[in-house]
């Protein structure tokens, strides 16, 4: 298989139950669900999943006894709306006319043969930045969600990731290339899901490059003299 090109039937390491459930039901933030739609793209397994957790969301809501309205509910709706309405009809004001937005800047470089996922092709993706030796960063700014969290990370081969820690959920979605830290190895389609309570080392394997999107919902706590020396550059 190309370190670049995802299979669905090569996928090891998949989403959990419970992130799922909070995706389905909206109740992951935007960068992690940013995650989870990417993920989904490639992976009928979890989609089926989620899918399941939808129809029984669907399902319980059906299920569910009707609320009585009050008697009076409609007549106080009526007077609310009567009593937010205007004395006089308001003249019509001419808008300026809204300009057309810009185009998206370009994605940054990626290599040739990646499918650059539907989801991550709608976000504002900006430029490679350096971030250490070999490293190298991308913020991915979701559309009506600033400052969700979510960036791109270019590893070299055999380049490793300081260790470090999470305030909260981590997910790192891998698109490009193959890694391994001490609970296994990943490649393209693989997601690594970690929390709070695990500190990890991820080391890039030595036949190219890995490229993958990451998210949190807490910060990134950096270990070690090296890390100490790249934080300040890794901003989500």
Not at 40 to 65: I, M, Q, Y
Not at 112 to 130: F, I, K, Q, T
Not at 143 to 148: F, M, N
Not at 218 to 230: A, H, Q, S
Request: hydrophobic letters at 40%.
């Amino acid at each position: 298989m190309s370190p670049h090109r995802m299979r669905p039937d090569a996928i090891s390491h998949h989403i959990t139950d419970a992130t799922l459930l909070r995706y389905a039901t909206g109740r992951l933030p935007a960068g992690p669900a940013l995650v989870v739609s990417v993920h989904l793209e490639g992976c009928p397994a979890c989609r089926a999943k989620v899918a399941a957790f939808e129809a029984v969301g669907g399902a319980l809501l059906d299920e569910a006894p009707p609320e009585l309205m009050a008697p009076d509910a409609l007549a106080r709706l009526l007077a609310r709306i009567d009593g937010d309405a205007p004395a006089e009809p308001q003249p019509l004001r001419k808008r300026p006319a809204r300009k057309r937005p810009v185009n998206k800047r370009p994605l940054p470089d990626f290599p040739g043969d990646l499918r650059v996922p539907s989801a991550l092709r709608a976000c504002e993706v900006g430029p490679w930045r350096w971030m250490g030796p070999g490293m190298r960063m991308s913020r991915v700014d979701i559309p009506g969600a600033p400052g969700s969290g979510a960036i791109l990370l270019r590893i070299g081969p055999g380049r490793s990731l300081p260790e470090h820690g999470h305030g909260a959920l981590e997910l790192t979605q891998v698109l490009s290339g193959s890694f391994s830290d001490e609970m296994g190895r990943y490649q393209p389609g693989d997601v690594s899901e970690t929390d709070e309570d695990v500190d990890h080392t991820p080391v890039v394997d030595g036949d190219g490059e890995c490229i993958c999107l990451v998210a949190l919902e807490g910060g990134m706590l950096f270990r070690g003299l090296m890390g100490r020396l790249i934080q300040p550059f890794v901003r989500f």
